[in-house]
């Protein structure tokens, strides 16, 4: 569903975007262009072009054109280029690596010309970078970066604004993002990635009408990386024509206000994260598999139920997942963690389950958590002087019940004088100090009793293992 509507969306943008780059002339041995703040940095006094208190310095040996606080409010104009486009870094026929030194600004948000781009670079690679997490800020009345080829952005905070109507925020080739801080607003899409958008410990705020994460033909995967998306007016908050993999401690905050949170035609793999999600259609969907481990997920559908797979769907693990509605035209199954209970939710009705369990689509809430008893020992025969006694463990919360251990016999009550009770006097201390009533109910004031209470411990727990095994046959 969501992808015809992103795929008129993807037709129309790239009308667009034809419309307005359409270059005069392609040759090879094209000279390199690049126009910075509005001027031909390389033809410039020592490459260096003044940029308000601060300037950009361009190498063309490496390519690297460095931002030190630059503050560029001007732009390309016709005739710089043998294109229509504008930006305010322009490069045509060089890949471009910009180093941001301190914090820098690129203000053409003012001028009305539709394209004029923050940064823009044709048909090449573009990398953004800083050795001390450098700055930049962007309001633009195009996108405020983009390049037909790869985009490497590596340690920088960006803050980008693409204000005018019909605007994306950032286009790109393909991306990799690393140790990044990004926050966007635009007025269509957020981000769009023709192939691969990989992204690790890094941080996205994303607000706009269309996907907030558009990744047309590729894969999208995510390391250590929070997402804080939401879009209001078209297509789903993260989208990805491939796989989508979300893993490594990320965090997710996804709202999609007409679609999905989280759609792709792929498979989608959550591993070892956090996901939030609401949509009008499932808050997340896949149209392959889809595979939830160890990752905690809750999911809400304003209109339909808030997890859905076309194929596969499968809950594995120390998972918690919390949805109004599950389930998956192929097998949706619980795969708890070895050794562990899952307690599941379904229409209503409650259940453990210890291996895995092939499941019915749930239409109303479901909740998958690891169940951790909560024990306590009841005794069934209390031990004496002549005989062991008997007890077992039992789950106040579930109808778990361990197997029955023997009490060690008491202890026939020894001469006192072991121990002489004048020994340490408990007069001479507050008596409110360690009050004996935390320890259980003993059956003799024998020191030895406090130790043969922890070995039991000990065996009680070996036994509940065993016994939970045992448990689940019972009960399949
Ligand atoms: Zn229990």
């Not at 070892?272 to 595979?291: A, C, F, Q, T």
Request: net charge negative.
């Amino acid at each position: 569903m969501g992808k015809i509507k992103n795929r008129i969306i993807s037709l129309a943008a790239a009308c667009l975007f034809a419309v307005g780059l359409l270059p005069s002339a392609v040759s090879a041995d094209d000279e390199p262009i690049l126009f910075v703040n509005g001027k031909d940095i390389i033809a410039a006094e020592n490459n260096t072009v003044q940029c308000g208190t601060g300037k950009a310095v361009y190498d063309a040996a490496t390519h690297t054109l460095t931002l030190d606080n630059a503050q560029i409010t001007e732009h390309t104009k016709d005739g710089d280029m043998p294109t229509t486009g504008r930006g305010a870094i322009y490069a045509m026929y060089t890949p471009l690596n910009i180093v941001l030194v301190g914090d820098n600004s690129i203000d053409i948000d003012g001028d009305n010309y539709q394209y004029a781009y923050g940064i823009y670079v044709w048909e090449q690679n573009l990398t953004i970078s800083s050795e001390n997490k450098g700055s930049l800020t962007i309001a633009s009345n195009n996108r405020t970066i983009e390049a037909q080829g790869k985009v490497t952005i590596d340690n920088v905070s960006l803050d980008l604004t693409a204000a005018k109507a019909d605007c994306d925020g950032m286009g790109g080739e393909s991306f990799e993002i690393k140790s990044s801080d990004i926050k966007l607003r635009s007025d269509g899409w957020g981000i769009y990635s023709e192939n691969d958008f990989n992204v690790s410990d890094s941080k996205f705020d994303i607000q706009s009408p269309l996907n907030n994460i558009m990744v047309d033909e590729g894969k999208l995967t995510a390391s250590n990386t929070k997402f804080y998306v939401k879009n209001t007016l078209g297509g789903c908050a993260i989208y990805a024509g491939k796989d989508i993999t979300i893993e490594n401690g990320s965090y997710v905050e996804a709202e999609s206000e007409p679609d999905c949170a989280i759609f792709t035609p792929g498979n989608i793999k959550l591993d070892n994260s956090e996901l939030h999600l609401k949509g009008w259609y499932p808050g997340i969907m896949s149209s392959g598999d889809m595979e939830i481990k160890d990752s905690k997920v809750e999911s809400k559908s304003t209109n339909d139920i808030g997890i859905w797979s076309r194929s596969n769907l499968t809950i594995i693990g120390n998972s918690e997942v919390k949805s109004n509605g599950i389930g998956a035209v192929g097998e949706f199954a619980i795969e708890p963690v070895d050794g562990s209970y899952a307690e599941v939710s379904a229409d209503g009705n409650k259940s453990l389950a210890k291996t895995r369990i092939i499941m019915d689509e749930v239409k109303d809430d479901f909740c998958y958590v690891i169940h951790k008893h909560t024990l306590s020992w009841v005794i069934d025969k209390e031990p004496t002087v002549n005989e062991e006694g008997i007890k077992h463990e039992e789950c106040s919360t579930c109808d778990y019940k361990g197997e029955a251990v023997p009490i060690d016999k008491l202890t026939p009550d020894t001469p006192s004088d072991d121990k002489p009770s004048d020994d340490k006097p408990s007069d001479d201390k507050p008596s409110d100090d360690k009050p004996s009533d935390d320890i259980p109910p003993a059956t003799g004031n024998n020191p030895g009793t406090v130790i043969w209470i922890a070995a039991i411990a000990v065996c009680g727990a070996a036994v509940t293992i065993t016994s939970a095994c045992r448990y689940k046959k019972e009960n399949r």
